[in-house]
């Protein structure tokens, strides 16, 4: 299931907008009439390749992925994570039966802890990534195309523009 917000997409806008949200402003492809519209913003997000991505040598290939979308790596570091950061970084699973094996799988391994940059990115990202159940994962997708499980899918990133603010600070201080 795509549980990603739709923050930073807004349809149907037929306010007058100032002269420098309409700079930013582009018609989508939906709308010969102009009924829907995109706002471009330029965003952070927190991206994480989990353990199964570096062990088994992806990282190069999902980095590559998000750089031809068009979008740009402004940190990076490799990370080993421990159970509190999950616990605040997981805090919405924390109740379920299979929170103990996702503390297990993502701290088996380093992971590479990135923020990425660009237009739209959090929810770009989102879509790049594909769903979050393997078997809604669309081919074209890395999820789609490199994980035939849900728990150890291969990345990780923030779902709104408030996740994406906290999780950059969680990871990157
Ligand atoms: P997301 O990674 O697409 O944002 P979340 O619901 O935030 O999805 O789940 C976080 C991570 O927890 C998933 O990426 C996956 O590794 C794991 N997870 C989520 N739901 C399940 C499940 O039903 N079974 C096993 N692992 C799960
Ligand atoms: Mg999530």
Request: with cysteine; charged share 30%.
């Amino acid at each position: 299931m795509e549980r990603g917000s739709r923050h930073g997409i807004s349809r149907g806008r037929s306010d007058a907008a100032s002269a420098e949200t309409a700079k930013n402003r582009k018609r989508s492809n939906g709308g010969s009439r102009g009924e829907r519209t995109t706002i471009m913003a330029t965003e952070r997000t927190y991206i994480m390749l989990k353990p199964d991505c570096i062990r088994r040598g992806l990282a190069g290939e999902v980095i590559a992925r998000i750089e031809r979308k068009g979008y740009r790596l402004a940190d990076a570091k490799m990370m080993t994570l421990d159970e509190p950061i999950l616990r605040e970084h997981y805090a919405h699973l924390k109740d379920e039966p299979f929170f103990p094996d996702i503390v297990e799988y993502m701290t088996s391994g380093p992971v590479l802890a990135m923020i990425v940059e660009g237009e739209n990115a959090i929810r770009g990202m989102r879509i790049l990534m594909g769903a979050t159940r393997f078997e809604d994962a669309e081919a074209g997708t890395i999820r789609g195309d490199f994980a035939a499980s849900t728990r150890y899918n291969l990345i990780h990133g923030s779902d709104s523009p408030e996740s994406a603010e906290a999780e950059i600070r969680r990871f990157f201080g």
